[in-house]
T-cell receptor
Framework: GQNIDQPTEMTATEGAIVQINCTYQ??????LFWYQQHAGEAPTFLSY??LDGLEEKGRFSSFLSRSKGYSYLLLKELQMKDSASYLC??????????WGAGTKLIIKP | GAVVSQHPSWVICKSGTSVKIECRSL??????MFWYRQFPKQSLMLMAT?????????EQGVEKDKFLINHASLTLSTLTVTSAHPEDSSFYIC????????????FGQGTRLTVV
């Protein structure tokens, strides 16, 4: 079966750095996405990785290792507004998105 | 990025009534749209894939007679929750991808349905 694992919840301090991991097992791979979702709102796109390596976009970076079935989202200089759920999703061989359960990130002052 | 608009943002209905949720792609033509349901503190669950001009493809366990999907045009898909019950109360979200682009899905704002 297809499976995506990410931690349920993480806590970090304002101004610090946090890394949210995601491991996956899917039938085929056509890219991995990270989304941010605030409570009661729809997800918003953060990043897309299809090749191995690190993609940096401002305070957020995303890393992919296809051989390990592993990705992480790195958030730097954390702000209170970064408190949200972060969803990892993999596009399988049928171009369908398989979603992880999401990681709730709590930022403390 | 592309814009997907979903309406209404929230709705409260009585048990046994039907509710229609609209999903529109505003600046691109979406031959395929996706309907998700999300219960509190849970991940997105794909309910069905809506295909313009043809029948929707439902995921296992989703009742097609209860969740009616119509994709009559390239910019509009609707989800109708028929004979709603309190257990149907959830956050419903639609999304679409720009045709031919193997990239991110764009989401509507979501609809919070409460059945009383």
């Amino acid at each position: 079966g297809q499976n995506i694992d990410q931690p349920t919840e993480m806590t970090a301090t304002e101004g610090a750095i946090v890394q949210i991991n995601c491991t996956y097992q899917t039938s085929g791979f056509n890219g991995l996405f990270w989304y941010q979702q605030h409570a009661g709102e729809a997800p918003t796109f953060l990043s897309y990785n299809v090749l191995d390596g690190l993609e940096e976009k401002g305070r957020f970076s995303s890393f992919l290792s296809r051989s390990k079935g592993y990705s992480y989202l790195l958030l730097k200089e954390l702000q209170m507004k970064d408190s949200a759920s972060y969803l990892c999703a993999v596009m399988d061989s049928n171009y369908q998105l398989i979603w992880g359960a999401g990681t709730k990130l709590i930022i403390k002052p | 990025g592309a814009v997907v608009s979903q309406h209404p943002s929230w709705v409260i209905c009585k048990s046994g009534t039907s509710v229609k949720i609209e999903c529109r792609s505003l600046d691109f033509q979406a031959t395929t749209m996706f309907w998700y349901r999300q219960f509190p503190k849970q991940s997105l669950m794909l309910m069905a894939t809506s295909n313009e001009g043809s029948k929707a493809t439902y995921e296992q366990g989703v009742e097609k007679d209860k969740f009616l999907i119509n994709h009559a045009s390239l910019t509009l898909s609707t989800l109708t929750v028929t004979s709603a019950h309190p257990e149907d109360s959830s956050f419903y979200i639609c999304s679409a991808r720009v045709p031919g682009m193997n990239t991110e899905a764009f989401f509507g704002q979501g609809t919070r349905l409460t059945v009383v």
